[in-house]
């Protein structure tokens, strides 16, 4: 019975960990650590070098799964562990949809042609279109609005009703 409640903890920390990025990019990205963010949102011919201040987001959500791991590992609540390891599939589903996918920043792989790896180039191409803090959209990254499964051209037509 263990071995169901730990893929269970696993599996709920995973989906948990997309509102917990979704509120950590709209609040806290675009909020008071935009200094770390606002290069993300830079055309690449203005970036300097293969890192980003953004990159440094990776070692913040790395730290929560790493206490988990220790305290799971350390202490009776075994359980934490799993919410570590969660964190941990979340953190490199991020990865190779937003780094290696979207904004091929690896070369592993490319385009993949389905209607929601399209919609996902769509929802986060609309965030990118704006380069200040203020009025982005779309800050999650698996979770996307049902606009972003259609073509660019319908939401207009759909803004003008």
Known sequence: MNI?????????????????????????????????????HLPHHEKEGFFEK???FFLVFAIPSALC???????PQFWLFFVGVGISIYGLIYFLIHDVYIHQRFKWFRQLDN??????????GAHHAKQTKQDCES?????IDSKYYKKRREWKQEASH
């Open 4 to 40: 169901a409640i730990y893929i269970f903890v696993t599996l709920a920390s995973v989906a948990a960990m997309e509102f917990v990025a979704w509120f950590a990019h709209k609040y806290i990205m675009h909020g008071f650590l935009w200094v770390w963010h606002e290069d993300h």
């Open 54 to 56: 953004n990159d440094l």
């Open 69 to 75: 791991y220790i305290l799971g590992s350390a202490t």
């Open 115 to 124: 209607r929601y790896s399209r919609a996902i180039l769509r929802a986060h």
């Open 139 to 143: 800050f999650g990254l698996l979770v």
